[in-house]
């Protein structure tokens, strides 16, 4: 248990399902991201939000729109998916000042 | 940006064995962290190091941070040691936003 939590752990979707992934910190952290891990592949940064705004967009496809209604909660909607966006999707967060990043499990998506 | 190197980027050992991981920066960094990612995808913090010598059981870690590298020890490796361990650096001279390197992939055998 890192202090991050996401749901769902699992998400199987057809390519005109509208979802969405969401991640919880309770580490008292000011930064969050989202990463995209498909197979055998290192880690993409998709988003990071610091104090609630967006910071970093990595060229991620409008079909991923993230949202930070808070410090503690991220949420990344999906919507009108491909195939190829089938991964592991990790959230993590840090502060600002000491960053040390944790990680929650992770959700494994499948786009059909 | 910075740059990350690991390596090597596979490694397949017998249960036992020691083992050496090496991740290589291009730049100075405020902050360093091991990582293992488990076969499940979770990344485990290992070690936050942006500077000398941590250990934590049979793992160690040492960044050499004015030659911009560290090393990761494995002693006495367990299957459960399989997995991928992550380098992520944080840049002196930019924005709290680490940069990983590609991992090392690493198989332990019974």
């Known amino acids: 248990e890192t202090g991050v939590t996401q749901t769902p752990r699992h998400l199987v979707m057809g390519m005109t399902n509208k979802k969405s992934l969401k991640c919880e910190q309770h580490?008292?952290?000011?930064?969050m991201y989202w990463y995209k891990q498909s197979a055998k592949k290192p880690l993409e940064l998709m988003f990071v939000?610091?104090?609630?705004?967006?910071?970093e967009n990595n060229s991620v496809p409008s079909r991923f729109s993230p949202e930070c209604p808070n410090s503690s909660h991220l949420f990344l909607h999906l919507h009108t998916l491909q195939p190829e966006d089938s991964a592991l999707y990790l959230c993590?967060?840090?502060?600002?000042?000491?960053?040390?990043?944790?990680f929650g499990p992770g959700t494994r998506l499948t786009v059909l | 940006g910075i740059q990350v190197e690991q390596s090597p980027p596979d490694l397949i050992l017998q249960e036992g064995a020691n083992s050496t991981l090496r991740c290589n920066f291009s730049?100075?960094?405020?902050?360093l962290q091991w990582f293992h990612q488990n076969p499940w995808g979770q990344l485990i913090n290992l070690f936050y190091?942006?500077?000398g010598t941590k250990q934590n059981g049979r793992l160690s870690a040492t960044t050499v941070a004015t030659e911009r590298y560290s090393l990761l020890y494995i002693s006495s490796s367990q299957t459960t040691d399989s997995g991928v361990y992550f380098c992520?650096?944080?840049?002196?001279?930019?924005?709290?936003?680490?940069?990983f390197g590609r991992g090392t992939s690493l198989i332990v055998h019974p």
């Open positions: 993590a967060s840090s502060h600002e000042d000491y960053n040390e990043q944790f």
């Open positions: 580490l008292g952290h000011n930064a």
């Open positions: 939000y610091s104090l609630e705004e967006r910071v």
């Open positions: 730049d100075s960094v405020n902050n």
């Open positions: 190091i942006p500077s």
């Open positions: 992520a650096v944080v840049s002196s001279g930019g924005s709290y936003i680490p940069t």
